[in-house]
């Protein structure tokens, strides 16, 4: 069920102190996601600082700089948090209303590309190779072509139902006509659960795999590697995953 939160009286936040909370959240989010991200890029293509296979730091660096475009949707989310009102105009209104159902999306499969690539290397070794910079790089454009669906569904059925929210303090899409009711269910269950029940699946089967090495090699530099793709994907995942899913699922809820 649709609701609507463009009523401050009723759905605003009216405490000071919960505001300037929100607001603290909001900065430390942008500025730890810009700094970590931007070391990211700059240390692993200027000075190719990570010892990983080429093709899980090719999809690191989409998840980089998917992760600053989330970080800019948060920074205009601020804006408006700060100002308390919509003051960003219809641009960047439209902007943060369709970005979020763009970058969620694409996080989703890049942590699943992640992961499931680093499996089949690690299960079949002799693989390894055939996985080059090149085949990552079309991976990785490919999920972000697809994750074009739903913003390109929501332009397509009405481009104008674009609204501030008071609940959430932002512009968002407001998913008012009945079409919606068709494709979202099926495409919305589709992005939440699949490269969610990935991840789940291949992250569970690295860590047994990387345990199993260690017990029989005790190849701590194999371990070292598997762990800092785990580590990477689960912090990754679990950052945008609450926010991700409320914005997809947020109809049904």
């Known amino acids: 069920m649709n609701v609507s ?149 929501c332009l397509v059925i009405d481009k104008d139902d674009v609204q501030f929210n008071y609940f959430l303090y932002t512009c968002i899409y407001g998913f008012s006509a009945e079409a919606h009711k068709i494709w979202r269910p099926v495409i919305g269950g589709f992005v939440s659960v699949v490269p969610n029940i990935l991840v789940l699946v291949t992250t569970t089967w690295l860590i047994f795999l990387a345990k199993r090495a260690t017990n029989r090699t005790g190849d701590k530099v194999k371990w070292q590697g598997l762990m800092t793709v785990i580590a990477t994907a689960l912090v990754y995942f679990l950052s945008v995953l609450p926010v991700g899913l409320l914005r997809i699922l947020e109809p049904f809820i």
């Open 5 to 153: 939160f463009t009523n401050y009286t009723e759905y605003g936040i009216h405490n000071q102190a919960v505001h300037y909370c929100w607001i603290s959240y909001f900065l430390f989010t942008i500025l730890s996601s810009f700094i970590g991200d931007s070391i990211i890029l700059l240390a692993s293509i200027r000075y190719d600082a990570f010892k990983l296979h080429k093709a899980i730091v090719t999809i690191m660096q989409h998840m980089a700089v998917c992760d600053l475009l989330n970080s800019f949707n948060t920074a205009l989310l601020l804006v408006t948090m700060i100002s308390e009102r919509n003051n960003l105009g219809s641009f960047l209104c439209s902007v943060r209303g369709y970005l979020p159902y763009y970058t969620y999306p694409a996080s989703f499969f890049f942590t699943a590309a992640l992961t499931t690539i680093k499996l089949h290397i690690v299960q079949y070794p002799m693989h390894a190779h055939l996985w080059t910079k090149s085949k990552a790089h079309i991976v990785c454009a490919t999920i972000w072509i697809c994750s074009l669906a739903i913003p390109i569904l």
